[in-house]
């Protein structure tokens, strides 16, 4: 199956037109995509099933159950699928079913351990303050982010630890988040300063439950194997970022990964 992956697109600010990927099976945004939602509309007709997970500023100024509710409602409108703590299983050309995971995935703001936790969540106040969003009326700071990014984090967990049956097959399993898996996936230009646990999580201990793992979130380029004892585990971002800040530079809107 060839996927093509894009994310951090931020549509309600960047000038740019997605081009499906010649030979493409299968398109996933793999969050960010547009904060107004407008621009999902780009993705109706799209000549192959689109999957989509929510990125963080999906939920901006919004209260973020009910905005999970209206994005649903959206995507359906347009004939997306989107995956927030939900599986599905497509057939790939050769026949095999490929088992897609996919998550939002918020930060637990424990990259660097539970010790560095409160300088993680205090770097994460700038975060949860560009986004403005709610839950129930309460601001969604980043104690209600933590809470998120552990039940997204659990029902993960709980997925991947499950084995196909006769009634419930699959023979590949790929993980769709947002936040990144690993400080691997860190951006280069900010490292391993506390707010960076505001971009990715520690769930390498995770990765073996798929052979792939998309996500995006950081406005960089990632495509970096992680072996483990059974077997390896690829992981790719493939976001497009910023044009004002050059993040955008060298972005291949084509960027399709096989599995």
Known sequence: MKIQ??????????????????????????????STWAGLSHFKNWPVPVLFVPGNHEFDRRDVDEALSGLRARCTELGLRLLERESIVLRAPDG???????????CDFDLFGEKERPRAMRAATYFVRVMQSTRGGAPFDPVAVREEGLRCRDWLATELARQPTEADPWDVTVVITHFGPSL???????????????????DDHLLAGAQLWLHGHLHCRHDYLVPHAGGVTRVVSNARGHAYKGEADGHDDQCCVSV
């Open 5 to 34: 992956l894009l994310s951090d697109l931020h549509l309600e600010t960047e000038v740019y037109a997605p081009r499906p990927a010649p030979g493409a099976d299968l398109l996933v945004l793999a969050g960010d995509v547009d």
């Open 96 to 106: 095999r079913r490929v088992r897609f995971v996919g998550t939002t995935r918020w």
């Open 184 to 202: 691997r996936s860190a951006d280069p230009r900010y490292g391993r300063q506390p707010g960076t646990a505001s971009f990715c999580n520690a």
